[in-house]
C-alpha cells in the first residue's frame, strides 16, 4: 500500500506542478524581448545584442523548478496573499522585514514572489556596477520572469488553478493556451522604460493590483461556462474523453476559448502589456541606481555594428505595434 501511495503523490504533484507555469513559454519569450525594445539607446543596443540570450533564457526559472526539481525555486514564482491570514497592506514590505516576521518553511509554503524581486533587483544593480555581462544579462533575464509572474492573478492566489471553484485547468488556460490562440493580435508597443524611485512600494503596487483580477477572471469563466453545452468546453480525444496537452493540461475548444478571451475584454493582453513595462522599467532602474554605467564597451563593435541593420528594422516593427518574431514551440 505505501507503494501504491508514493507513486499516487508522485503523480499527482507531476500533473499538479504543470499547472503551474506563469504565461507559459509564448507570454515570458514575448515579455522579455519586448521589454528590450523599451529600453533608453544607451542599454537597449547592448540588450538588443543578447536579444536572443536574453529572450531564450526567459523560461529558464520555470526549467530550474520542474525539470531540475530545483526546490529553492518554486516559492520565488508566486505569493498566496490569503495564506498569510492578514490583509496585503500588512504584510512586510521588504524581503528582510518578511525573513524577520516569518520562518523560513511558512514563506516556503506561502510563496514569496514579491520580495524575491526586489532581492533580484539588488543583484542586478551590482552586476550593472561591475560591468559583468554575463551577470547582466542573465539576472535581467530570470527578473523578467519574475515581473511576468507577479502580472499572473492566479500566481498570488491560493486558488490557483481554480481547485475551490471546480475550475480546474483554467491555469494554463488563462495563461498559456489563450495568448498563444490569440497573441497574434497583441500590440505589445509600450512606453519608454520610466525610473522608480521606490522599488518596494512599486513591487507591492504590481502585487496588489494582480491580486484583485483573481476573483475577476474566475467568476467570467464560470458565466461564460453557464452559456456553453457541456460537450462545447473542452476538446476530444479520439477515445472520447477530454483533451489534454504535453503538460496533462485540459484543451478547450477555440470556440470557448474565443468566448472567454472576448469575455475578459483584453486583460490576458493588458496583463502581458503591463508586464512589458515592468520589466523595462525595473531593467532600467537597476542601470540608474548602478551610476548608469557604459554598456557600449561591454560589446565588440564589429558585433553591435553587424546587428545595426536588424535592430533598426526590429525596433520600428515593434514601435508600429507588430508582434516580434519569435519561433516557439506551443504548449497548446
Do not use: C
Amino acid at each position: 500500500m505505501k507503494i501504491f501511495k508514493t507513486i499516487a503523490i508522485i503523480f499527482l504533484f507531476i500533473v499538479f506542478s504543470s499547472l503551474a507555469f506563469a504565461w507559459g513559454v509564448w507570454g515570458h519569450k514575448h515579455i522579455n524581448k519586448s521589454a528590450v525594445f523599451a529600453l533608453p539607446e544607451s542599454m537597449r543596443v547592448f540588450f538588443y545584442n543578447h536579444i536572443d540570450f536574453v529572450t531564450q533564457e526567459s523560461p529558464v526559472p520555470d526549467i530550474r523548478k520542474y525539470t531540475i526539481n530545483d526546490r529553492a525555486e518554486g516559492p520565488r514564482h508566486y505569493i498566496d496573499i490569503e495564506a498569510f491570514q492578514v490583509s496585503i497592506d500588512s504584510l512586510p514590505q521588504s524581503s528582510k522585514d518578511a525573513s524577520a516576521k516569518y520562518p523560513d518553511s511558512i514563506l516556503r509554503k506561502n510563496g514569496f514572489l514579491p520580495w524575491y524581486i526586489q532581492d533580484m533587483m539588488g543583484k542586478l544593480t551590482i552586476a550593472f556596477k561591475e560591468k559583468k555581462t554575463s551577470e547582466i544579462l542573465f539576472l535581467a533575464a530570470d527578473l523578467g520572469h519574475y515581473l511576468g509572474d507577479a502580472h499572473m492573478p492566479l500566481h498570488t492566489s491560493l486558488n490557483h488553478d481554480g481547485q475551490f471553484t471546480h475550475q480546474n485547468g483554467i491555469h494554463s488556460f488563462w495563461e498559456s493556451q489563450l495568448p498563444e490562440q490569440f497573441g497574434k493580435s497583441y500590440n505589445l508597443f509600450v512606453a519608454d522604460a520610466k525610473y522608480i524611485p521606490d522599488v518596494t512600494k512599486e513591487t507591492w503596487r504590481i502585487i496588489k493590483h494582480t491580486h484583485l483580477l483573481a476573483d475577476t477572471l474566475l467568476m467570467i469563466e464560470r458565466k461564460v461556462k453557464s452559456t456553453f453545452p457541456e460537450d462545447k468546453i473542452y476538446m476530444k480525444n479520439d477515445k472520447g474523453g477530454v483533451l489534454k496537452n504535453k503538460y496533462n493540461s485540459p484543451v478547450h475548444t477555440l470556440e470557448y476559448a474565443r468566448a472567454y478571451h472576448e469575455a475578459l475584454k483584453g486583460m490576458v493582453e493588458k496583463q502581458i502589456r503591463s508586464s512589458i513595462t515592468a520589466t523595462a522599467d525595473f531593467w532600467y532602474t537597476a542601470w540608474v541606481n548602478a551610476g548608469k554605467p557604459d554598456l557600449t564597451s561591454l560589446d565588440d563593435a564589429d558585433l553591435t555594428k553587424q546587428n545595426r541593420k536588424y535592430y533598426i528594422e526590429d525596433y520600428k516593427d515593434w514601435k508600429n505595434g507588430k508582434i516580434t518574431k519569435l519561433k516557439i514551440e506551443g504548449e497548446f
